[in-house]
DNA sequence: CTTTTGTCGTTAGGGCCCTAACGATTCCAC
DNA sequence: GTGGAATCGTTAGGGCCCTAACGACAAAAG
């Protein structure tokens, strides 16, 4: 699952000299643009790797986490539905219905009819399923802080800062709905 | 495609009092890498959508990127193998068979018999395939210029600086090979 | 030569993600 | 009440990625 398709990273001389060629070519740009992406995979490659180890996926982790954190906000909270775990986790509610499907026939979590709408399915983590989900955490928090182990408070400050800023300009330029409010290529 | 599955990264303040729970959390690290990964993913978002209005998905985008850049480096040299072609943007030689299926059947790339070795074939990019990344590459160039706008010159060397620390990290905590030399958690 | 070993591209099968469409159910006018 | 709009979960079909295994071919070892 390669976001960015290149084994090695251009070198700032070849960036400057492409640069030269093409005037739409900001190297400076490309060369944090490419950097982001390769960071963002290898994070990612870090955090699948680690979760391989417990033989779970990006998508169910992210499924058992959404119960698990919800299970521990109250109890007295109504049970979460595919169509809710769909939204907090950033998938379709197809996509949803295959993570649930797979996660129910390893016996994570379960199925079970809503009380007050008939439409409705209930998505609970079974014992077993927040048994693992909590063997996970640890491991997964220590993942997180020795990855950025090498970098000072003061630097993931700075770091945090200028993603943010990266964030903001790119919902500006493509907002994450899908159209565009004002048409930028398109008419 | 999120690689974080998440709709909204929780608050600082959250981090904090999670962090007075469970010891093996770090707030500043866990915010800086779930920063880390949703940037990577709203970068990656921004991209998609650019190559989205040229037909032509991520896969497809490497492919061709590759094929040009072989065309750029010189005539002489000879013709990229499907073998090549995967090693270049990290995927395994059966994707991209299913790669140069897809792009051979619109016309964008051409497979031929290699001369020197009857088990290789050579592919090279239809007269199609280089328009079309002629046409997308300025488009991308400015993409990637507009998204890095908001920082300064300054700033991106520092991006890039904490970025390359994190890799750096990644690749010590998680060879990209798969095993790891020493192992971690195993045995 | 012959055999072994390794590499080529491909196929088969699975996971995760998407869009589009469906029947069922609920809600909101009228 | 009752008909239309909206939402529920699901299914169908496709794209891209993976691993495992295959037949074909090449190169090194005997």
Redesign the pocket.
């Known amino acids: 699952?390669?976001l960015l398709?290149l084994k090695d990273l251009p070198r700032y001389e070849c960036l400057l000299q492409a640069g030269a060629e093409f005037p739409d070519l900001d190297p400076s740009a490309t060369e944090a643009f490419l950097n982001l992406l390769h960071t963002g995979d290898e994070a990612f490659r870090v955090l699948e790797t680690h979760l391989a180890n417990h033989d779970?996926?990006?998508?169910?982790f992210?499924v058992l986490m959404a119960l698990w954190a919800h299970e521990r906000r109250g109890c007295a909270l109504p049970p979460l539905?595919?169509?809710?775990l769909?939204e907090r986790t950033?998938?379709?509610?197809?996509?949803?219905?295959?993570?649930?499907?797979?996660l129910e026939r390893d016996g994570l979590v379960r199925?079970g009819p809503?009380t007050?709408?008939?439409?409705?399915?209930?998505v609970q983590a079974t014992p077993e399923g927040l048994s693992l989900i909590n063997q996970i955490l640890p491991r997964h928090f220590q993942m997180m802080a020795g990855l950025m182990a090498p970098l000072s408070d003061v630097e993931r400050k700075t770091l945090v800062g200028l993603l943010q800023k990266i964030v903001a300009r790119a919902v500006s330029i493509a907002p994450p709905g899908?159209e565009p409010a004002t048409a930028t290529a398109a008419r």
């Not at 779970?56 to 169910?60: E, L, P, T, Y």
């Not at 539905?81 to 809710?84: F, G």
């Not at 950033?90 to 797979?102: C, K």
């Open positions: 699952m390669p398709m779970i996926s990006h998508g169910r992210g539905t595919p169509a809710e769909a950033s998938v379709t509610r197809a996509t949803m219905t295959g993570l649930i499907d797979t199925r809503a007050s709408d008939r439409r409705m399915t209930i899908g």
